[in-house]
């Protein structure tokens, strides 16, 4: 079947712009998460969703960060009035969530996100 | 909150070598670890994981030991292989479905 898709793939912005990005999980998948991945460095966590809610937004870096999800699916991780350290890669990733036997988490492929 | 700290950020093996990569953790009510592989330009991938309950899991030539007294884990490739070369990243949970925090990579090259 699919797996977890973003778009866009890349994303060019002006500091100071709006970006949002998007995440389509694999279907039936409950659990989301937001990474972030700077150059040659490891995953940094940003929120996760169970569902809807998102018991955990402890590593949204400031207010400028949100993220929402509908409908038990797809997200989206906005950037407000985005500054050139949020340049990175961000990566969603699913997993089957409550009642799964397994905790694997399935990665996007990640949006690139460049800020001028 | 959960900090996890990984040793070393590079290593390099010859082929047909073991590869041992280390990582501890601060939550001692953290219980699940994946361990995540991601190739050049590739996303993360699971190899392997390990729940508390189990002191040593094995998957073909990749083994991961918990020690939950010393709060770490080890990740263990043996008869390494070109295809191995990647970046490794540990990870440890409260299980279920919460925050996972991750290590901060050990860059793996396997020298034929």
């Known amino acids: 079947g699919a797996g977890v898709s973003q778009s866009p793939s890349n994303k060019v912005t002006e500091k100071g712009k709006d970006v949002e990005l998007r995440c389509d999980p694999i279907s039936g998948h409950t659990a989301l998460y937001w990474y972030r991945q700077s150059l040659g460095q490891g995953l940094e966590f940003l929120i996760y969703f169970q569902g809807n809610s998102a018991p955990d937004k402890s590593g949204l870096p400031s207010d400028r960060f949100s993220a929402e999800r509908t409908g038990g699916s797809v997200s989206t991780l906005t950037i407000q009035r985005t500054q050139q350290e949020d340049s990175a890669v961000y990566l969603c990733?699913?997993?089957?969530?409550?009642?799964?036997?397994?905790?694997?988490?399935?990665f996007g492929p990640g949006t690139r996100l460049t800020v001028t | 909150g959960e900090n996890v700290e990984q040793h070393p950020s590079t290593l390099s093996v010859q082929e047909g070598d073991s590869a041992v990569i280390k990582c501890t953790y601060s939550?001692?009510?953290?219980?699940?670890f994946p361990w995540y592989k991601q190739e050049l330009g590739k996303r993360p991938q699971l190899i392997i994981d390990?729940?508390?309950?189990?002191g040593e899991k094995k998957d073909q030539r990749i083994a991961v030991t918990l020690n939950k007294t010393a709060k770490h884990f080890s990740l263990h490739i043996t008869e390494t292989q070109p295809e191995d070369s990647a970046v490794y990243f540990c990870?440890?949970?409260?299980?279920?479905?919460?925050?996972?925090?991750f290590g901060t990579g050990t860059k793996l090259q396997v020298i034929p």
């Open positions: 990733a699913s997993s089957l969530g409550i009642g799964g036997r397994s905790y694997e988490q399935y």
């Open positions: 390990i729940r508390s309950n189990v």
């Open positions: 939550d001692s009510a953290s219980n699940y």
């Open positions: 990870a440890a949970s409260l299980g279920g479905y919460q925050k996972v925090t």
